[in-house]
C-alpha cells in the first residue's frame, strides 16, 4: 500500500506499507523532493520493496488513481504479472465527497459549518469560550481527510447542538 504526502516543510514523501494478519507495517519510507514523482520512479520503488519481501508474499498493490500511480501499475504488470493493483476505495470516496461537496443544493450547507469553524478558531476568546461550553471537545477533528472535513465538521456541529 502506497501513501504519498508532503510535510509542513514542502518536502515530499512516499510511504510504502504492508498489510498482513499481524496488521499494518511501514516497510520503508523516502524523500522525494528531489526526484520527479513519475510512474517509472513508483514502480522501481514498488519493486524493490516486492524483491525485499519476496514476491511469493505479495498479492496487491494498492495506490490512489493519480496517473503516476496508474503508469507505475503499468510497468508493473509488465514485469510482474501475477501481482494485483488496486485503486483505494478511500481515495475514491473522498474524490466522491469532494464532487458532492460542490454541487450547489449542498455547497451552502456545508461551507456555513467551515467558516463557522474557520471564526471560532481564528479569534482566541471566542474558541476558549467555546471549548468552556463543550467541555473543551473541539468542533472537528484535526487529521480528517479535507474532503471529508466538511461533512464531519457538520456532524460535529449538529451533535454538540444536539447536546
Not at 507495517?25 to 520493496?49: Q, V
Not at 451552502?108 to 469560550?129: E, G, Q
Request: glycine residues 4%; aromatic residues 8%; charged residues 20%.
Amino acid at each position: 500500500m502506497t501513501d504519498a504526502w508532503t510535510d509542513r516543510k514542502r518536502r515530499s514523501f512516499m510511504n510504502l506499507c504492508v498489510n498482513c494478519k499481524e496488521g499494518t507495517i511501514l516497510l520503508s519510507s523516502i524523500e522525494c523532493s528531489f526526484e520527479a514523482y513519475i510512474g517509472e520512479h513508483i514502480c522501481n520503488y514498488i519493486l524493490n520493496a516486492i524483491e525485499e519481501v519476496g514476491p511469493e508474499n505479495v498479492v496487491q498493490v494498492v495506490t490512489d488513481n493519480a496517473s503516476n500511480n496508474i503508469a507505475a501499475a503499468k510497468m508493473l504488470k509488465e514485469k510482474m504479472s501475477s501481482i494485483f493493483w488496486t485503486l483505494c476505495a478511500t481515495y475514491t470516496i473522498n474524490l466522491m465527497l469532494e464532487g458532492i461537496g460542490m454541487l450547489p443544493k449542498f455547497k451552502k450547507t456545508l461551507d456555513s459549518p467551515k467558516n463557522f469553524t474557520i471564526f471560532i478558531y481564528a479569534h482566541h476568546t471566542t474558541l476558549a469560550l467555546m471549548r468552556t461550553f463543550t467541555r473543551k471537545r473541539d468542533t472537528v477533528k484535526s487529521s480528517v481527510t479535507r474532503s471529508a472535513s466538511a461533512f464531519l465538521a457538520l456532524q460535529s456541529l449538529l451533535e454538540k447542538k444536539i447536546s
